[in-house]
């Protein structure tokens, strides 16, 4: 059982930044795969980035250049730097957590930007 909580979401201009973090009640080395994910309204979640055990990362081609997914392990905490932020980047986003088959999510934390 993994519990993931997240805080840092929040209200921000356009151009301004936001750094979100996913802090888990295990540690983040045991797991595979950690990612963020967002969703707006009426809209489907999708993929916004991940981080491997191991360090190795990947972005949705939306966010390339202005998001760094980031981990801890000292903390057991992944993190979003979101730069640059745009309205369109307004949405809920939630951190993800894969062990092998198993997967774990966040209760989501909104993020707002204003134009």
């Known amino acids: 059982q993994v519990q993931l909580v997240e805080s840092g979401g929040g209200l921000v201009q356009a151009g301004g930044s936001l750094r979100l973090s996913c802090a888990s009640s295990?540690?983040?080395?045991?797991?595979?795969?950690m990612g963020w994910y967002r969703q707006a309204p009426g809209k489907q979640r999708e993929l916004v980035a991940t981080?491997?055990?191991?360090?190795?990362?990947n972005y949705a081609d939306s966010v390339k250049g202005r998001f760094t997914i980031s981990r801890d392990n000292a903390r057991n905490t992944v993190y979003l730097q979101m730069n640059s932020l745009q309205p369109e980047d307004t949405a809920v986003y939630y951190c993800?957590?894969?062990?092998?088959?198993?997967?774990?999510w966040g209760q989501g934390t909104q993020v707002t930007v204003s134009s």
């Open positions: 981080i491997t055990s191991r360090g190795n990362s």
């Open positions: 993800n957590a894969n062990r092998y088959s198993l997967s774990w």
């Open positions: 295990i540690s983040i080395f045991s797991i595979n795969t």
